[in-house]
Structure formats: C-alpha cells, structure tokens
C-alpha cells in the first residue's frame, strides 16, 4: 500500500503570508534570478531558505502586532514614535525555474493546452495577448520592456518587505549569502510606499488596494460589500481530486507587472480636459475627470456613491463599516441602462471587478468570483520633481511594481487585463441613449492596446456618449508569471535534501570543509587550509566482539538501560579531518578532563530506532530527518561539520551488525543513538575544534509501559498526568530549543524531579501561558468542530520547538487521512476507526485556551509524540495547586458509560457539544471568558484539565494514528512522504544493507 498527504483545506501556517494577508511594508525589494549552474545545488541550498519564509499565520500575528504598536504609540508610521521592526520574505518560481529544477505538475488548471497556458508560455510571450506595446508579431513578437525581463531570463523572484532598508537589506544580503553562487541576479526593484500623507497611494494619487477579496472561512467577520468568494478562486489545489498534484496544493500563481506611470503628463491631460458643469472650476473639472477614468476620488471614496464631489470621510472608512467599498455599480439598473451619471462603464475600478454588472445579468457570482484577485505590489521612484512638473514631463522612472495572486492566470490577471481592461466592448450590457448597444472603449487607466487610441465613452456625466481619447499613462515595462509553492511543497519537494547548513549571519562556523579542504569562516572561503579528510564509509575498519552478550527478556527492557555489542567511532582532528570510522565491540571512551564536552556542554544527538519488517530486514524510520537534524546540531554548537549521508551510510551497517538486538515483537525496536561531542582539550571559551561522533544500540520496549493486571483490558496504555510549568521554562526566542542539544535537557531534571514527588508523570512546559511540549515530546490536542470534523493542532515550529520526525509523521498521516475520507479513496490512508476529517495547523496554544476548549467539551484528546514514546496519551494537566487533586495512580482504568459514549461519538463527528473556528481562521481566542471566568482566571485559581477517559487508555484518534506509525515503522505498510522518485525523501522506513 503506498500513500501520499495531499491537503484538502487551505492551511494559513502552510500557505505563504502574502497571499491571503499581505505582507506589511514600508519598503520592498524584489530579486530576480537565474538558478545557475547545477540546479541541485540551489534546491539544496533552498532548505535553508524555507525557515525565513513567512506564512499567513505569521503575517497576520505581524499585523495584530503592528496594529498594537499603533495604538501604543498613536502613530501610523510617519508620525512620533519608534518604527516596529519587521520583515516579511516569500518566493516564487517561474515556469522556467521549475523546469531546470526538475519539477513537474504545475500549469495553469483551465488550460487544456501547455502551448497556450500562460504560465507555461511566460509573460514574455504573452505580452502582444495582454496589449503590451512592441515590434513583430505572433511568435516574432518582442515586447518594449526592460532588457532584463527578456525571453525567460528569470527563474525566480524572491522578495523582503519590511519596516525600513536597513531591515530589508540585512534579510537580503542573509538570503543571498544562503544561495551563494547557486544563483545570479537579472535585476533586483525596490519599491517604497509615498511619504507621509500620501501614504497608500499610488503615483497618480488614488488611494489603492481598497477592494482585495476576502475568503469563506479564513475572513471570520467580513465587512459589508461583496460577499468573501471560496478560497479555490486564490489558492490552488482546493479539490478533492485525489490525483492532484502535492506541489500545487495551498500554492498560488503571481502575476508580476513592472509598471511605469507617466505622472505629469497624467495631471496634465486633467488639467487640460477638464469636465464642465453648473457650479464647477476647472480645478474640480479636472478631478472630477480623474476620479471618473479611476472610479474613485484621490480619498478613496468611490463615484458610485458619491458622484459629484469627494467625500474624504467615506474615502477613509475602510474599517469601521467598509463603506468604501459597499458598493455594487447598481444605479443604472434602477435608472435606464444606458445611464452612467455615477460611474462610467470605462472607469478603472468598474473593468477589473463589474460586481453587479455580472451578478444582476443573469451571470453567476461564483463565475464573477472566479477572475478576482488578491493585489498587492508596492510604488517605486520617486516624486514628481519641480522640473517634471513645469516641464509636464515624465525624467525619473516611477510607478507601480504590481503583484496579484490567483488560482488560474487564465481566468486571472489575464483575463482581467485581455477581456475586461483591453476590451472595448467590455460586458456587452452598455447601452447608449437610445437603446443602442454602446462600447464604452478600453479601461481608462490599465488599458492596454499596442499604439492604438485609447477611446472611452462616459467620462463626462453630462454627455455619456461623448467619447475622449485617452493617452497611455500607464507603461509596462517588464513582467513574469510565477508559483508561489506552499511552505510544504518548498520543503518537501522543491528543496533537495533537509536542513544541513543554515547560516546565522550573527556566528558564523569557524570551519567548514569544501571539496575536502578545511575553511576559514572569517575569510568567504579565500584560505584554504591543507586537505582535510571527510567522513567515508569506504574506510569502514570492523572489529566484531568475540563475546557477545545474551539478549535480554523483553519483559525486563526499560528505556536505555541495555546497550549491544558494538559501538561506532569516529573522530574529527583540526590538521587531519575525519578518521576512518570504526565498528569495534562496545566499551569506555577516553576523553580529556578539560574536553570542550565536559567543561561547556558541547554535546548534540539524535534518537532513532530499528525495526524488523515481517521478512526480517533491519528498517530504519526516515534516518534522513535525524541526520538532518543531527547537522543542524552541531552547527548550532559550531561543531566540525560531517556528511550525513556518510554517517546515515555507517550506521546501516552498524545496524545489520546488530540485527539480533532488534526485537520481533510489535512495539519494541532497537534504539540507535547518535552522538556528536566536542573534544578540544583547552579551558578557553571558544569553540571545539575538534570533535568525536560515536553511535551505540540499545533494545527497547515501549517507553512509557503497558498497563497489566486485574481488569485492565488487553493492550491498554495508561495515560501520562501532566503539570504545566512556566517557572522554568525550556527554551526561548533565539535560543537553542529548536536543536537536539544536552544542555536543552538536563535544565529540565530538576522540575521534573519536583513534579514526579508530586506523583505527576511528565511536565508540560510552558513560556508565560504559551503551550510547549511535554517533557521531551511535541504537544498535540484534537478539538471538535462545528462541521463534525476535527481539528489535531500542534505548537508551530518558531526555534523553541524542536522539529520531531514522529511529530511531522503525525501531521502527514492525519493530512492523508483527509484526503483520503474527501475522495472516498480505497487507498488504505483512512485511519481505523475514524469517521471525522482531521485538520492539521500549526498553531500557538495557551494554557487558557485549552482550559475554556476543556470546559465546553471541545478538547477531545491530548497526547505526546517523540522518537521514544511515539505517542503517549495524556490523561490530566494540571496547574498551579492541582497536586492535591490527582486520581489515584492505580493502572485500573475507571469506565462509565457516559464517558464511553462520549469518546465513540466524538470519533463519528457527533459530539453533542458545539464546535469552534477552526485554527485556520487566525482568530486567537485565547483571552474570550467562559461563563464570565476567562481562562488566565482559572489558572490563578488552580485547579486541573481532565481529558475524556476511554476505554484503552488512548483515545481513537490517537489510538490509530499511533498504530499506524507503528505499521510504517515495522514495515506491514508502505508510506511515501511526497514522491518515490528519487527526488525528496521516498518511502519512510528504509532498509539498512
């Protein structure tokens, strides 16, 4: 059976930030690139740049901080007060770009021919079809840009938006360092917002970006004006298809347009032009021109409410009730339907979203829905200058470095800008004065077509016949259609490998090896020390024990009390490199009292385990995910660096060596533990330079054991019973929680101590009321929903959580579960006993919320996860005073029916109790009070959560999740992460020969 973990709902910590909220900006720079070389080195390369990336859920808590900042300070961001710093990064790929890299599956979905697919052709030859000025014609055709957007020069873009340069610059130049030579720049744009006042708007004047969509389910509280449309017209992948491709899944397409505004002879052709009537100058004329072609006033007021003046107090109100933008082009349908009195049928905001002209026609709003799109972009140049304006002559460069997002570029941006903005007779529903039908000309400002006149009818009010040659204001000069890819699809798919070198601009590795030679970090690779030898497998010295060990009962194995036969040694030397790694029988090694280890805690590590498949072959469980991180270790501790893929090579043969130990009984495996120390035998306090890796077995059975004894049913896991603590806390922002370091556990010992006197079994450690994990496992919860599904939440991965192999397993398997239950596939990743989709997010968890979810029946299941445990339920979590309150420590469970009954409902999606806003709505509830007591109350009180008793001991959710890992694990199954192709990590469990 092979399985694959498509998603099935847009996730906001999966989706990348700019597309559904919008990066925040006072600047940003964009950087276009070549992937040069060997694309491999880039893609490998790029696992490092996948952490810096920032999702929805990031950006909206960005936001959520800003807005406070604001508050505190009473200040937009020009006025008093300090600039909040921040930075938000994303990329994007272009077709070509994924073509060099070797991905496939990404096309524009209503293209049914790649020769025509936009994305697939690129802008460049798409540019006569959108009305691009240029020379030739058809496949000849060579539009007027900018030399660096020539024929699929680009590959990519990578952009940084933030609160200043300097911030933007420093995230730049750490992104750039990450890529090194595996890319070359074509061009890098910066774009900066208008100073002061004009703030938010565009070169022109108009105030923009009033009228982005909002999406079903992810917008909880809309404001008025069109309704929120589904999130399949933004995101791609929203289907239950079961064949859609992993990479396109919470993904989307951007249309980038590198837009010049030709401002002063804009404000003079209004001032030249200008609108006559009763009681106007010609100053207003000429506004009232401007704000007829745009369709807005300069406020942002819109015409359709407001046709004769501007009502800047309308302009403004984006927030409070959003009437700028409830509005839906309706009057002419009231008047006679040739009436444009309020907002002509050519005016710029009417031909790229005509709200009723489309929903009151006869023409569905989900087909209207399908060409909306999410702008975004940023102005660049800068301002009109004195001698521009007396000259009504464009000299400085300036304009728009425009950005939209959707699901389909076809009925995107290019239908937007081909059908509607270039397109004379637009709706066909314009009807002149006399019944006739009226082609009120191209889009007044974005209207494209070639050198052609650009005639429009309706500007002027009183003559809504009366047609004027507009000029071209607007001049592209460069542009490329891209993929945003989801952070998934760039982790799993597009990068090559897992996260082995990321580089912290702030303490750089004092050594790395390159083609063999050992470098200076001060000196950019300049100095090159003599050779150095690396890890190599092919030097493998075995010495096989000659008196082996008996096997231990596997009823007397505890956790880490055993060892095997033989060890796995091999050590770094500053002058020499890498020794031959040794396979020899077990024992004592010698280490030097004043050893970096010893003295400064330079110790990392990795836990992986063993297993039998039923045809007896030694399997490990995705070993490519603890050599990853294992790396990023001793990075972290500026250790020597070794290859993974060596030592991965070495311990499969340490394994098969050791196959005896590895027990055939369900459950149990061989522990493998790998270590890396550091050896410099000097007091000082610097780095080691030197360093020892060695690897040893130990057989184990389940970490926390099976419940036995009178009346406790057959294979019944007792639940662990929790205190939250946040008096000691286990790791913090820029620290090192987020590695597999020694020193991230032994602070630990001591409070665990204190609550296992207290007859808890684990800690959940807290940071303020910030839910962490638990002991030394990820944190998990499964929360009932309004709709009957589920949602399974774990903490996000911000550098205080430590990356679990079993914890991203968990999350893949429940996505496949999904998957599978939408498609009504017979695939086999459907979970045994679970009837209810599972919602995977990645989300910050407080102790309140799980309070109040506990105290409205919604917190169904908790549990833990870890190499160890691989999944321990959890029984009770208390906190503060709760010592006292603790059940008996009795293995007998305690039934009732009502408790029995609950647990089986809740699997069928009929809990009785209500559901909640699923993770994804961004909404943080955290502070909302239950029965007039908020959570943050109850904590002060002390007192204890007590999760549903059910009949084994694990919940069903957790019941069958833990089951199926373990069938993975034991080879009874076969589990494909995102491809067997060779490309990404492949099947989970791996042979060792």
């Not at 919470?250 to 009763?278: C, H, M, T, W």
């Not at 690396?534 to 008196?547: A, F, G, M, V, Y």
């Not at 599978?820 to 968890?845: C, D, I, P, Y």
Request: aromatic share 8%; net charge negative; proline share 8%.
């Amino acid at each position: 059976m092979r399985m694959t973990t498509p998603a099935t709902t847009p996730d906001p910590h999966n989706i990348q930030g700019d597309i559904i909220v919008g990066i925040p900006k006072k600047t940003q720079t964009y950087f276009f690139f070549q992937i040069d070389g060997d694309p491999s080195l880039f893609r490998k390369a790029l696992v490092d740049i996948v952490p810096l990336i920032k999702t929805a859920a990031q950006v909206q808590k960005d936001r959520e901080a800003l807005r406070e900042h604001k508050r505190r300070h009473g200040h937009g961001g020009d006025g008093p007060g300090p600039l909040l710093k921040m930075t938000g990064t994303q990329i994007a790929f272009s077709n070509a770009g994924l073509v060099k890299m070797g991905i496939s599956g990404v096309a524009t979905p209503s293209s049914s021919d790649p020769k025509s697919d936009p994305f697939v052709k690129g802008q460049f030859r798409d540019a006569q079809n959108i009305g691009d000025a240029g020379t030739g014609d058809a496949d000849n055709f060579k539009p007027a840009w900018d030399p660096a957007f020539g024929n699929a020069n680009i590959d990519g873009v990578i952009f940084v938006g933030g609160d200043s340069h300097h911030s933007v610059n420093e995230k730049m130049e750490e992104i750039k360092r990450i890529l090194g030579p595996s890319v070359k720049e074509v061009i890098s744009i910066i774009g900066d917002t208008r100073p002061k006042n004009e703030s938010g708007h565009e070169h022109f004047g108009f105030l923009d970006g009033i009228s982005n969509p909002t999406i079903e389910g992810l917008d909880k509280n809309p404001l008025p004006g069109p309704k929120p449309i589904a999130a399949k017209h933004l995101i791609t992948g929203q289907t239950s298809d079961a064949n859609t491709p992993p990479v396109i899944i919470d993904g989307s397409f951007l249309a980038f347009r590198y837009l010049f505004q030709l401002v002063p002879e804009f404000n003079e052709f209004l001032k030249s032009n200008p609108i006559k009537g009763k009681n106007l100058s010609d100053e207003e004329g000429s506004e009232l021109l401007g704000a007829r072609m745009v369709g807005r006033w300069k406020s942002g007021a819109p015409i359709d409410l407001t046709p004769n003046k501007d009502d800047p107090n309308l302009g403004n109100d984006s927030q409070r009730n959003h009437r700028n933008n409830n509005f839906f082009y309706t009057n002419e349908l009231t008047v006679t339907m040739g009436d444009q009195t309020h907002c002509p049928f050519s005016a710029h905001t009417r031909k790229t979203n005509p709200r009723a002209d489309f929903t009151e026609h006869g023409r569905g709003g989900d087909i209207l829905d399908s060409h909306r799109i999410a702008r975004r972009g940023i102005q660049f140049g800068p301002e009109v200058t004195q001698e521009e304006a007396n000259n009504k002559r464009t000299i400085h460069g300036r304009g728009l470095l425009f950005v939209c997002y959707q699901s389909d570029i076809l009925n995107g941006f290019q239908f937007v800008q081909k059908s509607w903005a270039n397109n004379p007779d637009f709706l066909d529903l314009a009807l002149d004065n006399k019944g006739n039908k009226l082609s009120p000309g191209l889009d007044s400002i974005i209207g494209q077509n070639a050198e052609s006149g650009r005639d429009v009818v309706g500007t002027d009010p009183a003559d809504p016949d009366g047609k004027i040659t507009i000029p071209r204001f607007i001049v592209p000069r460069g542009g490329e259609y891209f993929f945003s890819p989801s952070i998934t699809a760039l982790r799993d798919i597009i990068a090559l490998g897992y996260p082995l070198t990321r580089i912290f601009s702030s303490f750089p590795p004092p050594m790395a090896i390159q083609n063999g030679h050992a470098v200076n970090g001060t000196t950019n690779g300049a100095q090159l020390a003599p050779k150095l030898q690396e890890l190599d497998p092919s030097k493998l010295k075995i010495t096989l024990s000659e008196h082996l060990q008996p096997l231990p009962e596997l009823s007397t194995l505890q956790f880490g009390e055993k060892h095997s036969d033989h060890i796995l040694v091999a050590s770094f030397d500053p002058k020499t490199g890498w020794s031959d790694p040794e396979i020899r029988p077990y024992g004592k090694i010698e280490l030097d009292p004043m050893s970096s280890a010893l003295q400064y805690g330079t110790n990392c590590f990795e836990g992986m385990k063993a297993y039998l498949s039923p045809t007896g072959t030694p399997l490990l469980f995705r070993p490519q995910r603890n050599m990853a991180r294992l790396a990023s270790s001793v990075h972290r501790l500026a250790l020597p660096p070794f290859s993974p893929f060596a030592l991965l090579t070495l311990i499969k043969k340490l394994v098969v060596i050791e196959k005896r130990w590895i027990p055939s009984e369900s459950g149990y495996s061989l522990y493998v533990r790998p270590t890396v120390i550091g050896t410099r035998n000097h007091l000082g306090v610097k780095e080691s330079d030197s360093a020892l890796i060695y690897v040893m077995c130990s057989p184990t059975g389940p970490y926390f054991p099976l419940a036995r004894g009178l009346g406790v049913p057959e294979g019944y896991i007792k639940p662990v019973n929790l205190l939250a603590v946040s008096s000691h806390v286990r790791a913090w922002p820029g620290g090192t929680g987020g590695h597999k370091l020694a020193v991230n556990y032994s602070p630990g010992f001591l409070p665990m101590t204190h609550a296992m006197k207290q007859g808890w079994d684990q800690i959940l450690w807290l940071r303020g009321d910030t839910v962490m994990e638990v002991g030394a496992m990820n944190f998990f919860i499964c929360v009932t929903r309004d709709d009957g599904d589920i949602d399974l939440i774990t903490p996000p991965l911000d550098g205080t959580i430590l990356p679990g192999v079993t914890r991203a397993s968990i999350m893949e398997i429940a996505r496949a579960h999904s998957a599978s239950l939408s498609t009504s596939s017979t695939s086999g990743a459907t979970l045994n006993g679970v009837a209810s989709r599972l919602h995977v997010s990645e989300t910050e968890l407080s102790l309140s919320t799980l309070i109040q979810w506990s105290r409205q029946g919604k917190l169904i299941e908790a549990f833990g996860v870890g190499t160890a445990a691989i999944l321990a339920p959890v029984g009770i979590i208390g906190f503060e005073g709760a010592e006292s309150e603790l059940p008996s420590t009795s293995a007998e469970p305690t039934l009732t029916e009502e408790t029995t009954s609950t647990a089986t409902n809740t699997t069928n999606g009929t809990h009785a109790s209500g559901g909640i806003d699923p993770p994804s709505s961004l909404i943080d509830s955290k502070d909302k009070s239950i029965s007039g007591v908020s959570g943050k109350e109850l904590i002060r009180e002390g007192g204890k959560i007590t999760l549903p008793v059910h009949e084994k001991g694990i919940g069903p959710i957790s019941d069958a999740l833990r089951g199926r890992v373990l069938d993975i694990q034991e080879g009874r199954i076969s589990f494909a992460g995102f491809s067997g192709d060779g490309k990404g990590e492949g099947e989970w469990s791996v042979t060792c020969v």
